[in-house]
């Protein structure tokens, strides 16, 4: 008999200053004519919520510790990369399902919903189908509902 687990994972981030150079990467996604997200990565607020809902599932500090790890020791600042290495910590156990909100003014999610779907789904190892975003523009009770920054939530279910 198999046990169904499920992870949860969170990751919010403010804007650069507006003069920075640094792209907004959203779910592996650039967004053109957006400053990025402040953090020593690219910021890919999607991908950290789904390395720190693996975190929850395994107990091994993805963003606290891999990341940072490859940030310092190898100069990587591509987040689907500490995804990839994250998923290893999942062992024998199989991903079933991600789900995935994000909280964002800007940039404009919902066109990118499907890409951003398409690419978390093969980084995974899933089908698309098997990735489920919802996106929300915020009503201007939080900074990000202002437009300061951009929240993702993630819950991921696994069998094994």
């Given at each position: ?19 920075a150079s640094k792209?907004c990467v959203i ?71 991600v789900a995935l ?60």
């Amino acid at each position: 008999m198999s046990l169904c687990r499920v992870g949860i994972g969170q990751e919010s981030l403010r804007f650069t200053d507006d003069n920075a150079s640094k792209p907004c990467v959203i779910g592996g996604v650039i967004f053109e004519g957006i400053v990025g997200l402040e953090h020593d990565s690219d910021g890919d607020v999607i991908v950290h919520a789904i390395c720190n809902a693996i975190s929850s599932l395994c107990g091994v500090p993805i963003m606290k510790g891999l990341a940072r790890d490859l940030i310092a020791k190898d100069g990587i600042t591509d987040s689907m990369v500490y995804l990839q290495k994250g998923l290893v910590y999942l062992y024998s156990n199989v991903i079933v399902h991600v789900a995935l909100s994000v909280e964002a003014k800007k940039p404009p999610l919902a066109g990118k919903v499907d890409v951003i779907c398409a690419k978390v789904a093969h980084v995974c190892g899933l089908h698309p189908s098997q990735v489920g975003m919802t996106t929300y523009g915020g009503s201007g009770l939080t900074d990000v509902g202002c437009g300061e920054g951009v929240s993702a939530l993630c819950l991921m279910t696994i069998d094994g």
